[in-house]
């Protein structure tokens, strides 16, 4: 499997996830498990099919966790200086030429996404179209809704 591209947040992140995967809800799972299983019949015990479901979401996630840590590549974005280039973690300030509004993104690993906090996914159409501007530079977004132009007014690197 290739490496995926992290930020030290995402890292971070995924690494509280996991811990609280293993100490918290692994070893709260199996006790609700033991206590369905004292109430005696297995087939008709709705608790128990409950608890045993719940291990099964909590064992997936542990393994993609894992798997995702093992391939991760830790980018520390301000290890590079000041290039005033988009980069894979930079915090970039942009105008919607069309709306004039103003937008601010932090180009982010594909776990770390989340459009409402302001985290654009690396493989989403505007971070492709981002990578590599400067300041001022028009970046030209093909998105489902039609063409998108911005201008990139910051680039940040924190």
Known sequence: MSQVPITIRGLESLRAEIRTL???????????????RAHGDLKENAEYHA??????FI????RDIEAKLSNAQVIDVTQFGTTGRVIFGATVDLIDEASGAELTY??????????AAGLISVGSPIARALIGKEVDD??????PGGEKT?????????
């Open 138 to 143: 028009v970046a030209v977004v093909n998105a």
């Open 22 to 36: 293993k100490t918290v809800n692994r070893p709260r799972v199996i006790q609700a498990i033991a206590e369905a």
């Open 106 to 115: 932090r180009i982010v690993g594909e776990d770390e996404a989340d459009i």
């Open 150 to 158: 911005f201008e990139i007014v910051a680039v940040r690197y924190l």
């Open 51 to 56: 608890a045993k479901d719940e291990q099964g």
């Open 59 to 62: 064992e997936a996630r542990i």
